[in-house]
């Protein structure tokens, strides 16, 4: 009586967990598509200004999130077919693939969280240095591109304050054409509207395009590290449930086997 109290508890329990699973991997492969959409949408927003910075790595963690996401949603669908078919073998590749993303995941939300710690002092050594170095100087267009949209998109002007400009390459050849600052520092563009500096004319922001941006990549340093960690943990809870399944799915063909 007790043996087959046992049986019934256990077929209850594997019924519980397979249908407990199939529900996580729904929800895992939405959550894979919303990472590799923070991913996509970390790249595209303002892509520009990766142009300004001195590392690879806040675009690395990016890219880390897409491939994450992806490999989530493929590893999601997977999953739904090895626990409708309940073979242990594809439960345990599915568990494997579940601790391999979990890996990769939780190095993007590091690489974000040790990236964002020196974010500032990165800034600025090598923000100040770029913009009055390589602004409109020939094979450097992306920079030209991404300076100029930065200090319209934030309503700033130069990397702590305008004053930074007086000293730039640009601005001390004769191809600025008297200007003092980049056009893009004026409020309202117009041909030539740099030569005059004042603050009815230019932004006067008070700590310069350093702040504005340096708030900007923190913001999506937190959600790339954020989303990263927690679906990250999502998965290890996702792995436990696993292999509690193909444990007692284990046991099960022992018993069958015992049976017989």
């Given amino acids: 009586m007790s043996a087959m ?4 508890q ?3 329990m594997t019924v519980c967990l397979k249908y407990l699973l199939f529900v996580f991997n729904v929800l895992f492969w939405v959550g894979g598509a919303a990472v590799m959409g923070v991913g996509i949408w970390t790249l595209i927003d303002k892509s520009d200004y990766l142009s300004l910075l001195a590392s690879s790595t806040f675009a690395v963690s990016a890219y880390i999130l897409i491939l994450a996401g992806a490999l989530v949603m493929v590893t999601g669908f997977l999953g739904c077919c090895a626990v409708i078919r309940e073979q242990r073998s ?9 601790l391999l993303i979990f890996l990769i995941e939780l190095v993007a939300g590091v690489l974000a969280y040790v990236y964002y710690q020196r974010l500032s002092e990165e800034l600025k ?7 009055t170095e390589n602004y409109a100087q020939p094979g450097k267009e992306a920079i ?21 400009w007086l000293h730039s390459v640009y601005m001390t050849s004769a191809v600025s054409e008297g200007r003092v600052v980049p056009d893009s520092c004026c409020k309202t563009i117009t041909t030539l509207c740099g030569r005059r500096d ?8 008070e700590g310069g395009c350093i702040t504005k941006l340096e708030q900007f990549l ?5 959600i790339i590290g954020a989303v990263g960690i927690g679906v990250a943990c999502l998965q290890l809870a996702g792995a436990m449930l696993t292999a509690c399944f193909i444990y007692l799915l284990y046991k099960e063909e022992e018993e069958d086997f015992s049976a017989v």
Avoid at 125 to 131: K, P, V
Avoid at 144 to 164: E, M, P, W, Y
Wanted: glycine share 2%.
């Fill in 5 to 8: 109290y046992k049986d019934d």
């Fill in 10 to 12: 256990d077929d209850w």
């Fill in 90 to 98: 594809c439960l345990s590749t599915y568990f494997c693939c579940l």
């Fill in 125 to 131: 050594q090598h923000l100040n240095e770029t913009m």
């Fill in 144 to 164: 030209t591109l991404a300076v100029d949209r930065l200090q319209q998109d934030f309503k700033c002007c130069g990397s702590n304050n305008s004053f930074d």
């Fill in 198 to 205: 004042h603050p009815s004319n230019i932004y006067k922001t």
């Fill in 218 to 222: 923190a913001d999506h340093l937190l």
